[in-house]
């Protein structure tokens, strides 16, 4: 069975701050990972994902994450905080197996210091 | 191209009454999932539906249903609603089924008194 946790259900940067929010992943097989922002009153975004190619990917808005299989891990980062990034972010894995389910972690919100 | 909308926005029952939530996917889009999102338990998966099928289902009480029709658009009813049912609920739909990415509506915020 897949998992997926989320370290930190709040992390407050800086505004031009380093953001780093952590996930860290279960799965049995090659995982495909996923991470979203939700803002307020709104549904979720996709903001990058990792599908066995490049182990580092880019997404929008600046942010990347860099998949390390040996430490079963997926951060987000963006070198400098926007207070427009304020939001909700979510963690979620998923294998390969087009039967399985996208199982999400219970976020993180990131709140921006100006 | 629009995107993933939901009907109604915003809903107010009380306990015991039934209720249908409506999501309309993207164009094209033949996968329909559903979740509940809740401050204590976070997103969790309702169930899934590709080509009118049930395809996979989360660990919720049969009370929580649904369907999809011809053309995609889906349905959940939650029926003899509890208070602990009141949530965000999020339709999200993709082309395919399994890891596809999964486009999101706003959500249907249901209060239940």
């Known amino acids: 069975a897949q998992s997926v946790t989320q370290l930190g259900s709040h992390v407050s940067v800086s505004e031009g701050a380093l953001v780093l929010l952590r996930c860290n992943y279960s799965?049995?097989?090659?995982?495909?990972l996923f991470w979203y922002v939700q803002y307020p009153n709104q549904g979720l975004q996709l903001l990058l994902k990792?599908?066995?190619?490049?182990?580092l990917v880019k997404g929008i808005n600046g942010f990347e994450a860099e998949f390390k299989k040996s430490e079963t891990s997926f951060h987000l980062t963006k070198p400098s905080a926007h207070m427009s990034d304020a939001a909700e972010y979510f963690c979620?894995?998923?294998?390969?197996?087009?039967?399985?389910?996208?199982?999400f972690g219970k976020g993180t919100r990131l709140h921006i210091l100006p | 191209k629009a995107g993933v909308t939901q009907t109604p926005r915003y809903l107010i029952k009380t306990r015991g009454q039934q209720v249908t939530l409506s999501c309309s996917p993207i164009?094209?889009?033949?996968?329909v999932s559903w979740y509940q999102q809740t401050p204590g338990q976070g997103l969790q998966f309702l169930f899934e539906?590709?080509?009118?099928?049930?395809?996979n289902k989360g660990n919720f009480p049969g009370r929580f249903s649904g369907r999809q029709f011809s053309n995609s658009r889906s349905e959940m009813n939650v029926s003899t609603l509890e208070l602990g049912d009141s949530a965000l609920y999020l339709c999200?739909?993709?082309?395919?089924?399994?890891?596809?990415?999964?486009?999101f509506g706003p959500g249907t915020r249901l209060t239940v008194l």
């Open positions: 979620a894995v998923s294998d390969m197996n087009r039967d399985d389910k996208i199982i």
């Open positions: 799965s049995s097989v090659p995982p495909y």
């Open positions: 164009s094209g889009h033949r996968s």
């Open positions: 999200a739909s993709s082309l395919e089924r399994g890891p596809d990415t999964q486009y």
């Open positions: 990792y599908t066995s190619a490049a182990t």
């Open positions: 539906y590709f080509s009118e099928t049930q395809r």
